[in-house]
């Protein structure tokens, strides 16, 4: 079942839908343009913070040693030493650890219990393999107790050179997320706004653009139904409503003239009608007026008749008179000889 919809409402709901479907694509490849480079910015600002988490270590001292499994910053013990990690993450965020060896001496990585993960160890992997395997600076993703982070981490050498701790700097991908999701929600409520703003805007133009249709089927409406005193709109305009509308003032002029032709026509006729009809009268009286004479004729002939008859009738009774006369005078003559 099709549904009833006009032309402004179609083309209004077809150009929102494909606003709206565009700019869903560039929110999401907005957002993934986001979430890589907010990625980049952030192991970048990783390197930043490592820079900073050693300015605060090296405050303690600059040479390292292990002795014991207790790692010193000069005469300073870092093993327990949390105020070290917990500037560092005042400094810059996220959090910080001091290893000693792959084992946690001081950090505010939490455990899931919320106390501080010390005295774990570094687990197996990449950034055990790069910084205690083959002494190395890791930069990049790392999965710490389960929790995905951004970190930078880098070897803590004694005065020989060997590797006897590490120093970490990272932030959780969580928090970070947080920060991208609310970016990205926000280019999606700007996106929106704009489809809304932009869908009104389309929605207005085709109703304006679309009155001048109306206007000019509305004419074509009238002259459809024989008002042609009335000027077609939109003549003036240089785009297709314009040629539909000089077409309309074609069809216009030609119902004027077919009109004119009708009317013609109807005119002719009327006078042949009138024509006929006083033929037809005049037809009528002559047959009238020949029944009249007619009528006469008969009388008059009948009239003849009846004298006729009389005149027969008084030659018979002359006739009658002349036989008795002669009769009389035969006898008379007889008569006459007899005497």
Do not use: C
Not at 65 to 93: E, F, H, P, S
Not at 191 to 210: D, H, M, S, T
Not at 255 to 282: G, M, N
Not at 312 to 320: F, K, M, R, S
């Amino acid at each position: 079942m099709s549904l009833k919809l006009r032309l402004t409402t179609r083309f209004a709901l077809i150009t929102i839908v494909s606003l709206v479907v565009l700019a869903a694509a560039l929110a999401q490849q907005a957002a993934s343009l986001v979430t890589d480079a907010m990625t980049g910015m952030a192991q970048q600002r990783q390197s930043s913070n490592m820079a900073v988490a050693w300015q605060v270590l090296q405050e303690h001292g600059t040479t390292f040693r292990l002795v014991d499994g207790k790692l010193y910053a000069g005469d300073t013990l870092l093993n327990g030493d949390v105020a070290i990690v917990d500037t560092i993450q005042k400094l810059v965020g996220g959090t910080a650890t001091i290893f000693a060896g792959d084992t946690r001496v001081a950090t505010n990585v939490r455990k899931d219990d919320g106390s501080r993960a010390v005295g774990t160890p570094l687990a197996q992997g990449p950034v055990h393999s790069a910084v205690l395997g083959s002494g190395t600076s890791f930069r990049g993703e790392a999965n710490i107790l389960g929790k995905d982070f951004y970190t930078a981490y880098d070897p803590i050498r004694d005065a020989s050179g060997k590797v006897i701790g590490v120093l970490y700097v990272g932030l959780e991908k969580a928090e970070f997320q947080q920060v991208v999701d609310a970016l990205v929600l926000r280019i999606v409520l700007v996106a929106g706004a704009l489809v809304v703003v932009a869908g009104g805007i389309v929605w207005w133009l085709l109703r304006r653009e679309f009155r001048a249709l109306h206007d000019v089927r509305a004419s074509m409406r009238a002259i459809s139904h024989d008002e042609t005193a009335l000027t077609v709109p939109h003549l003036a305009r240089h785009d297709e409503i314009g040629e539909m509308a000089q077409a309309v003032e074609v069809f216009r002029q030609g119902v004027i003239q077919a009109t004119d032709l009708r009317r013609t026509q109807q005119a002719e006729a009327d006078r042949k009608l009138a024509r006929q009809q006083e033929i037809e009268t005049l037809t009528a009286r002559f047959d009238q007026a020949v029944g009249r004479l007619m009528g006469n004729v008969e009388s008059s002939i009948e009239s003849l008749r009846s004298a006729a008859g009389s005149l027969d009738a008084g030659a018979a009774h002359t006739a009658e008179r002349s036989v008795r006369v002669a009769t009389a005078s035969e006898q008379a003559s007889a008569n006459v000889q007899t005497v």
